[in-house]
């Protein structure tokens, strides 16, 4: 078993450490303490998801500015898709901060700047150069970052079908951990993006060289 794990780098073996971790704490709060504040509104589960994603959005803008490669505005995208999803999670209006960050983070405010985020980022790739952007964006999606975020947002959709079958027992809690889940692989996939990231190794893993 540790083995198979000597491929892996380590930042990515240790986001699945605590993944697995924080899921089995969870269920087990939840199934045996009955405990609603893991997955109610603002509870751990959707406080942990907020930093899963502060995380892979730092990650991804990170590899943006430091490396060179041909692929930037795509992973400008992928952090603004974090930001997206992290203001979805938080409920900035409920927090103790400046009106402007208040403002900028929900209602109105939020929803024209993501707009306009993405705008600018899907205009710039149509009028620099439309057909190597495009190029570009289907050569990521083949690729195992690609392929997270694609895996990733079917477990968001399991997160949906579950938010609208409040009949199953414990309804909240499995919609809250399949987005938990989705947000893990977004964080894998910003870090395999990372070449810094992606060259910390396992000792012995090229042993056999």
């Not at 795509?74 to 409920?91: G, H, M, N, P, S």
Request: charged share 15%; hydrophobic share 50%; net charge negative.
């Amino acid at each position: 078993m540790l083995r198979k794990l000597l491929g892996l780098d380590i930042p990515s073996a240790t986001a699945i450490c605590i993944g697995l971790i924080s899921t089995i704490w969870a269920t087990h709060a939840v199934y045996s303490g009955n405990a609603a504040w893991v997955y109610e509104e603002n509870g751990y589960l959707e406080t942990f998801q907020a930093c899963l994603l502060a995380v892979a959005c730092l990650i991804y803008l990170s590899s943006a500015a430091v490396e060179q490669r041909s692929d930037k505005l795509i992973l400008l995208f992928c952090a603004l898709l974090c930001y997206c999803f992290c203001l979805r999670e938080l409920d900035v209006e409920n927090f103790d901060v400046p009106e402007a960050i208040i403002f900028m983070g929900s209602g109105i405010g939020r929803n024209v700047s993501i707009t306009l985020g993405f705008l600018a980022i899907l205009g710039y790739g149509a009028i620099v150069n439309f057909t190597h952007y495009l190029n570009a964006a289907l050569a990521y999606a083949r690729s195992k970052a690609g392929l997270l975020l694609i895996i990733c947002g079917a477990f968001l959709l399991l997160g949906q079908f579950f938010e609208k079958h409040d009949q199953i027992p414990y309804y909240e809690f499995y919609e809250e951990l399949s987005e938990q889940f989705g947000y893990f692989l977004i964080v894998l996939s910003a870090i395999s993006t990372n070449s810094f990231l992606n060259r910390m190794r396992f000792r012995g893993q090229h042993a056999k060289a």
